[in-house]
């Protein structure tokens, strides 16, 4: 009976625990089931939206193609009718007899023409015509003729109450001179039957219109599904014309997002992690049922069993098993914990094959969303950054965005890799470039991180950064790749707070500089970012303002936000005649770039622009260095001896003249692009805002007109940025090669950016974009004549080094 009661005693002292265990093991099983179904639904889920999206960028790389196509034939037709004698005959003197004339010939040439308008080359409609009757689509494709001096691009019009049709311009010539222009109105019936035959299952396809102005929506759309909210969109610009195909992706209903759960898995990553679920959920089962059983009889008492009893030494070996098993099943929980993370660390192993190294350029990172810029590119990038930051003892960091549609997401992204480094952020949230630089100074952090595809296409974004009060380049912008590569990453648990600087940047600004005679002034932002901002600063130092196109729309609808673009700036030469302005200004998509426009039409470009602010901050600062980039014009060197400064000519690239500026001691500087530097009563960082805020109120300390003050700066005979477009890493190797076999007897060869020949009458420049895969040239002389041979000796060079380039001159 003793020896009963022992035994009775031992495994009443074991049935806690032993139930405990079986709980437990229930509960995992619960849990594990729990993450297998969601893991397995959502992964299907997700399955059947990557296979609706392969779908659609099929459709929309084919409709691109086919559409391109069509709107080149029909462009080609109108341009071969416009060479059509008779039709040219018909034309002439161009009153409403000739009109007549011409659009029946016209319709001879293309029986499905719906309309047409013939127009004098003077186009004096653009000027002297109400344009609101007019039509400022007809305006704007006009003026892009006249501007490029080839047919215009092809755009969509309204042709009727609710219809819409292919607009086509081309020039009429006789021999060489342009006598007028063909405005031709096409059936869209072609197009909209390729997009009717597009293979669409679910989503949205939609063909659009670049110009808002012209079409206030879509074009075409075919819909079949789009859940609520914000869905990314893919945009693929149809060549040759102001048209896009847009696709967006129906987001379905994931379990896991409600909890926050998955939300950057792929298909394939859930469905392994559910099926790994549920193999865990099997172990489980399978080492409850391996747990001892104890059965007991209602008065406590152990029954005796037909089989044998267990001793004590065989109760021991059974409770040392169920510890084992306690541990396998601690590890199988653990493990499936670990498998929610196996992206993440996967992530911070990558290797040099598994992320672009070409978005690393020489001072900032740019990639293009989606395709070699993601998230969790974004996420890496953050935590590169915040290991940086940390490593030289400091620990906050502001981030700001533009306004691109793809600012949000990476934005997060980004400053969730600087909290996992340990960094604490500061998110300024939406603002132009020299915002985020200026919160740096006011907030006292010297670290930011701007999210900004500056003037790329819309499909492109990147990152501009900040450390210790210097922007990263070149070298130190390849180590940020090489940690993430070699997995140098610190790691931490830092915060996060929201502060909005904007009041204090415009403050900072207005209570400086000011404009001390009215002035009236067109801003055209593009779209960007720094129409939420620059109104309000040039308002602020006493200017009437003119928005054009100042609501932030990350698709860019008007124009793309790029004014050392010519053909950007055409609508702003309108406007400024519609609203008789003294002056039009243009920022790019950022923010940090200006671009200006006088009230004649004429582009005032940058290097010029920095004479007049190197008169002016010479006369405070006599001596000082002056800043500018290998693309600017010879008579800027003279200029600005000539007012008692010192020249320097460096690298072309914001983060290279901002160190330059430096080591110099700078009071100002500027590129060719559009960044203007003022070291004087500024910060020394570049920002198109502050320096359209500088020029107005040297202009308004004039008595003479915009026209006349720029009209007293040295000008020759130039041409804009000229540019070759190669496949990536390509334009690297040709400067390479032309840099070794380039000879210019008689010039003062540059080599610091490119090659650089300066003559006494001019210059000529090739060099690489760092921003994009192209050769950039500019040329320079005191006259025609100087200008076409040294056009002429780089061109020769240029060919001798790859004869299937096509030169733009």
């Known amino acids: 009976m003793s020896k009963r009661t022992a035994l009775q005693a031992a495994m009443e002292r074991q049935s806690a625990p032993l139930d ?7 509960a995992g099983v619960g849990l594990a089931l729990v993450l297998a179904l969601i893991s397995l639904f959502d992964g299907v889920q997700r399955g059947r939206e990557e296979s609706t999206a392969a779908a659609l960028n099929e459709s929309r790389a084919a409709l691109v193609q086919s559409i391109g196509a069509e709107m080149r034939n029909q462009a080609g037709r109108v341009a071969a009718a ?13 009153d409403s007899a000739a009109q007549m004339r011409a659009k029946q010939r016209l319709r001879s040439l293309i029986p499905e023409l719906v309309d047409a308008e013939f127009h004098d080359a003077s186009l004096p409609d653009l000027i002297e015509a109400d344009l609101a009757k007019f039509g400022y689509a007809k305006a704007d494709i006009l003026a892009e003729a006249r501007e490029s001096g080839q047919g215009a691009r092809v755009q969509v019009h309204a042709c009727g109450a609710d219809a819409q049709c292919l607009a086509v311009v081309q020039p009429i010539r006789i021999g060489e001179t342009t006598i007028g222009y063909i405005y031709a109105l096409l059936p869209l019936d072609a197009v909209q039957r390729q997009m009717d035959a597009a293979s669409v299952s679910g989503g949205l396809l939609e063909l659009r219109q670049g110009k808002s102005g012209i079409s206030a929506g879509p074009v075409i759309s075919i819909d079949r599904g789009i859940a609520a909210g914000d869905v990314p969109e893919q945009i693929e610009p149809v060549p040759g014309t102001l048209m896009m195909i847009v696709t967006r992706v129906p987001t379905l209903f994931h379990i896991g997002s409600v909890f926050g759960l998955f939300e950057e898995r792929g298909a394939t990553s859930l469905l ?31 029954e005796d069993q037909d089989k044998p009893r267990a001793s004590m030494e065989q109760l021991q070996q059974k409770l040392a098993a169920n510890a084992a098993a306690e541990d396998a099943v601690a590890n199988a929980e653990q493990a499936a914990i670990t498998a929610t993370q196996v992206e993440q660390s996967t992530k911070a192993a990558l290797s040099s094959g598994a992320l672009d190294r070409s978005m690393f350029r020489a001072y900032d990172i740019r990639g293009i969303v989606d395709k ?14 915040g290991s940086i930051v940390r490593e030289r003892g400091m620990t906050e960091v502001c981030v700001a965005r533009d ?22 952020v500061i998110d300024i949230g939406a603002a132009p470039t020299p915002v985020l630089y200026f919160a740096t100074y006011h907030l006292n952090t010297g670290n930011g991180v701007m999210v900004t595809g500056s003037h790329n296409p819309p499909e492109y974004n990147g990152f501009k950064i900040v450390v210790g009060g210097q922007t990263l380049a070149e070298e130190a912008i390849q180590d940020i790749f090489a940690r993430i590569v070699e997995g140098r990453l610190a790691n931490g648990n830092g915060g996060v707070s929201s502060v909005d600087v904007k009041a204090e940047y415009i403050e900072r600004i207005t209570s400086d500089v000011q404009a001390t005679r009215h002035m009236k002034i067109v801003v055209d932002a593009g779209n960007g970012i720094a129409g939420a901002f620059a109104p ?12 054009l196109y100042c609501e932030v729309d990350g698709n860019f609808p008007n124009h793309h936000p790029d004014p050392s673009e010519l053909r950007t700036l055409d609508d702003l030469k309108i406007a400024i005649k519609q609203y008789d302005a003294d002056l039009g200004l243009a920022f790019d998509g950022d923010g940090d770039r200006l671009g200006v426009v006088t009230k004649n039409g004429d582009v005032i470009y940058p290097d010029r622009l920095l004479m007049l602010f190197a008169e002016d901050v010479l006369t405070r600062n006599p001596g000082a260095a002056i800043i500018y980039d290998v693309k600017c014009t010879g008579q800027l ?17 914001h983060s290279l003249i901002k160190a330059k500026m430096r080591e110099e001691d700078s009071a100002l500087a500027g590129e060719m692009s559009g960044h203007f530097f003022f070291g004087e009563r500024w910060y020394g960082f570049d920002d198109g805002i502050y320096a359209a805020a500088r020029l107005m109120e040297i202009l308004a300390q004039r008595d003479e007109t915009p026209e006349a003050v720029f009209a007293t700066l040295p000008k020759g005979v130039s041409t804009p940025e000229l540019k070759i477009p190669m496949v990536e890493g390509e334009h690297y190797a040709f400067i390479e090669r032309f840099r070794e076999r380039a000879k210019f007897p008689g010039a003062k060869v540059t080599t610091i950016d490119g090659v650089r020949a300066d003559y006494k009458d001019g210059f000529g420049l090739v060099r690489c974009s760092n921003t994009t895969p192209c050769l950039v040239l500019r040329f320079d002389a005191l006259n025609k004549n100087g200008l076409d041979r040294i056009q002429d000796s780089f061109r020769g060079q240029l060919l001798a080094v790859d004869s299937s380039l096509n030169l733009p001159f």
Request: proline residues 5%; charged residues 15%.
């Open 20 to 26: 405990a265990q079986r709980l437990g093991i229930t």
């Open 82 to 94: 416009a060479k059509d004698t008779e039709l040219t005959l018909a034309v002439t003197g161009f």
């Open 272 to 302: 392994l992690q559910g099926l790994f679920a549920l193999a865990v959920v099997g172990g489980l089962i399978f080492l409850r049922q391996r747990l001892p059983k104890l059965e007991a009889t209602p008065d406590g008492n152990v």
């Open 372 to 385: 070699n810029l993601t998230p969790g590119t974004a996420q890496l990038i953050g935590q590169s950054i």
């Open 403 to 424: 306004g691109r549609l793809s600012g949000p997401d990476l934005s997060q992204a980004l400053i969730r890799g600087l909290r996992i480094a340990g960094c604490d």
């Open 536 to 547: 309000a600063v040039l308002e602020g130092i006493g200017c009437e303002v003119m928005p």
């Open 637 to 653: 060197s003279e200029h600005i001896l000539r007012n008692g400064g010192s020249p320097v000519m460096w690298k072309t690239g």
